[in-house]
């Protein structure tokens, strides 16, 4: 029984000599967890949905002198046409982050799709219950810009800026004095745009962003013709769109990390 109690004594000792000389040792330090970096280049696609409004001036004069001689509208008028529809593109650039959490970048975006609406005025110098219907649409727009941003690690705001281009399609249908028309033209236009937006990196190399931007491509006079009534003449637009844009990017050299 002595035997047995000094042996477990003696186990017991040991195992508290052996705790203490394992607390004496250094303990090895955790590798440091490496910050997150916006640093590389990205290229992704958008869906997103815009509203753009067009001053038109003027499709009446454009009617009425197109079928009786430049100067037989008197005075012009200007028609508001508002226009909704849908967006879908993609968007490729680069970003580099400095001074702990500032990110500055440039980026090229291009989406196509559908932002279109009409309106239906009145051809007063015809017969009566003459009228046009104008209709706009915007089948394209791109950019090209700079954008500089803050980040709170894996989360990013930012704002944007630089230049835009669209492409649009405008007709105008209907009847004057007995005669049906169908004038159609294209518009090719360059104008500027600022947005901003919120990016969050998932995982890996990807990430997912949601955007505003505003477009102005102020005014601009184009041609519109008639190939069966053999017709043509001159129409104003001035347009300023809207967009909103959910993005998906795979980022190339993955953040820097």
């Not at 601009?220 to 003449?233: C, I, P, R, Y």
Request: net charge negative.
């Amino acid at each position: 029984m002595n035997k047995l109690l000094i042996s477990a004594a003696v186990a017991a000792l040991s195992a508290f000599a052996g705790a203490a000389h394992a607390a004496d040792l250094p303990v090895k330090a955790l590798p440091p967890v490496a910050a997150f970096g916006w640093t590389g280049c990205y290229a992704g696609g958008h869906v997103g949905g815009g509203w753009a409004s067009n001053d038109v001036t003027d499709p009446a004069q454009l009617v009425q002198d197109a079928f009786n001689g430049f100067g037989f509208t008197p005075g012009l008028s200007t028609t508001r046409v508002d226009a909704t529809g849908y967006l879908v593109g993609g968007q490729f650039g680069c970003d580099y982050q400095f001074s702990g959490s500032w990110v500055v970048g440039v980026e090229g975006a291009v989406s196509g799709g559908s932002i279109s609406g009409n309106t239906t005025i009145a051809l007063p110098l015809g017969n009566p219950g003459d009228t046009v219907k104008f209709t706009t649409r915007a089948d394209f727009i791109s950019s090209a810009t700079a954008r500089l941003g803050y980040s709170w690690d894996k989360l990013l705001l930012y704002v944007k800026g630089g230049g835009a281009w669209a492409g649009d399609k405008s007709s105008a249908v209907g009847t004057f004095a007995g005669t049906g028309f169908d004038f159609e033209g294209v518009d090719l236009r360059a104008g500027w745009t600022v947005g901003a937006g919120a990016e969050w990196a998932l995982w890996d190399s990807w990430s997912v962003r949601l955007e505003y931007d505003f477009y102005d491509f102020g005014h601009k006079s184009f041609l519109m013709s008639d190939a069966v009534n053999v017709l043509s003449g001159p129409i104003d637009v001035k347009e300023t769109v809207q967009t909103v844009k959910l993005g998906l990017n795979f980022h190339v050299w993955a953040f820097g990390q």
